[in-house]
């Protein structure tokens, strides 16, 4: 069996050492494909710089630098690259998704559409074009609802609106987020739909779903922003809802024509059933793929990575509870420094308290923010205590941030 796998990454993602990591405990081959610097990559590691965003010129650089009679699987990281990895993966003869199942579940709305045509519970919607005269597009939205962009992840640019001036005021904010990007015209609204919202993360083999692991998210996402927080697992949903839950994940991957690799879903549960949220052909991000070496004892992505080679994967199951804090960024300003780190890990339970940014880091809360603080871990012996754990470890830290003094910067200068 070939240990030899292409790992697509964009420039500077924050997946790529767990990825790398897992490689090499697997005794699995890494080459690294980017548009990137990580082409010059880690000590040992081989890196080819490609075009990502044209299959047929990454594959005449890759057959240029790469012996690829002997490659096991190709596994693209993040939203950007997992479409060249599905491309890459039919030309060598690899376990893969078609192509355009990729591309209607990484964009929201060709999502949405795709799935309501296949008779699955989405939100009603509509997409606006920017491009267009605005005051007709707007007009007859049922309220509440939510504005999103196409093609963002992790929540960014996601408003709740309740009447015709926020979503007048909502419409204009993310437009001022995509100014510049002219690949972003286009804004889905869509129904408010209540309820409890969980996240899934799972593997499909030849087009079966096998779930790892079910989050709740136990804090109400009501908006009007939707930042991501608390995930806890194992779920303490009945099992009649999580099976619910499963199988239509399982009909979304195939209405989208997913068969290969990781699934990372998310769904909001009401009294009128599941409702999908979002399928991706992807991990989860962050550093939450920490969590399964908890509860499965294999990380995320030594799973990911051993199918890919085709290797039989046999995680274990555990009533053991567990959970991340996505700590979030409350308030705009200079990061100075975060107190009480120390006190937050000697609180029971907790695993340990990650900070990602440094300081001097300009944060940006939500919508317009796209990074986290870092992140808290807690295991126990129930998922309510995991929770309980990350609550009372938060409450440890003090965020210092000074104010961004912007008008008066732009006035010095």
Sequence with gaps: MSKKVLLIVPCASYRTWPFIEAAQQLGIEIILVSEGPQALTPAGLQGVRVP?????????????????????????????????????GRTLGLPHNPPRAVQS???????RAHLSQHGLPVPAHRCIDLKQNLSAQLS????????????????????????QHELNQAVAR????????????????????????????????????????LFDKP??????????????????LPADVQTAIQQCIQQACKAFGLREGPVHAECRVNEKGV?????????????CGR???????????????QHAIGAGVHPRTSDEG???????????????????????????????????LREGYELAPLPEGSSYLGFIFSRAPSAEQAEQALRQAHGKLNIVVAPLWKGMLNQAV
């Excluded at 609802?145 to 609106?161: H, Q």
Aim: hydrophobic share 45%.
């Design 52 to 88: 990502v965003g044209n299959a047929d010129q990454a594959l005449t650089a890759l057959q240029r630098q790469v012996d690829l009679s002997d490659i096991a699987g190709v596994i693209g990281t993040d939203d950007d690259t997992i479409e060249l990895a599905s491309l890459l």
């Design 105 to 111: 579940s990484r964009r929201k709305d060709l999502s």
């Design 140 to 163: 007859h939205v049922q309220f509440p609802c939510v504005v999103k962009p196409v093609a963002l992840s992790a929540s960014r640019g996601v408003i709740r609106a309740n009447n």
């Design 174 to 213: 993310i437009q001022q987020l995509l100014d510049g990007d002219s690949a972003s015209t286009k804004l889905l609204i869509e129904e408010f739909i209540p309820g409890r919202e969980v996240a899934v993360e799972a593997v499909l083999y030849d087009g079966r779903l096998r779930m790892l692991a």
């Design 219 to 236: 804090d109400p996402l009501d908006g009007p922003y939707f930042e991501e927080t608390y995930y806890i697992t194992p779920s303490r």
């Design 275 to 287: 409702w999908i949220l979002e399928v991706a052909a992807r991990t989860i991000g962050g550093l």
């Design 291 to 305: 969590l399964f070496q908890f509860g499965t004892g294999f990380s995320l992505e030594s799973l990911v990575l």
């Design 322 to 356: 567990a959970g991340v804090l996505m700590i979030p960024i409350e308030e705009a300003g200079i990061l100075r420094r975060v107190e009480g780190i120390q006190a937050a890990r000697r609180i029971p339970y907790i695993e340990d308290v990650v900070i990602n």
